[in-house]
């Protein structure tokens, strides 16, 4: 069972794993198991747990290159919504100190650009196609 979210928002999918935009903040993704799991380190398959690290090299790979990426965090938490699934959150240069890391969740409303996280997400999908094939 794939994760549900409209098309256009869906960054990646495959038999494991769905990737979707997040918070309308450009280079800000969703990375989620398509099966039902509460936790990473117990509940992940060997085939999810095999393909995780890959994938997330993929993706930061793809946001480099398509945005202005100087980090990328990977946060997970799992709290609010029992499924495990991870951010990626690139930050560009331009982000101050005092805002980085977990503070840059704070600045997700200003960050916020939905048709610039769309177009950045198409980007990022085009180019993880284009790598694979």
């Known amino acids: 069972m794939r994760a549900s979210a409209p ?13 979707t935009l997040a918070y309308d903040v450009p280079g800000w993704v ?10 990473w380190s117990w509940g992940l398959s060997p085939l ?6 890959p994938l997330i090299q993929r ?9 202005d ?3 990328i ?12 699934h991870f951010m990626l959150m690139s930050r ?3 982000v101050g100190a005092d805002l980085r890391g977990a503070g840059m969740l704070a600045l997700a409303p200003d960050l916020a650009d939905p048709d610039e996280a769309l177009r950045l997400g198409a980007r990022v ?4 196609m284009r790598d694979v094939s």
Do not use: C, I, P
Not at 30 to 39: E, I, L, P
Not at 125 to 128: D, E, I, S
């Open 7 to 19: 098309s256009e928002s869906v960054v990646y999918a495959d038999d494991s794993w769905t990737v």
């Open 30 to 39: 969703v990375v989620m198991t398509n099966r039902h799991t509460d936790d």
């Open 48 to 53: 999810e747990a095999s393909t995780m690290g």
């Open 59 to 67: 993706l930061s790979a793809a946001m480099k290159v398509e945005a």
């Open 69 to 71: 990426v100087e980090r």
């Open 73 to 84: 965090y990977t946060m997970g938490f799992g709290e609010q919504w029992r499924h495990f």
């Open 92 to 94: 560009s240069s331009s």
């Open 125 to 128: 999908r085009q180019r993880l």
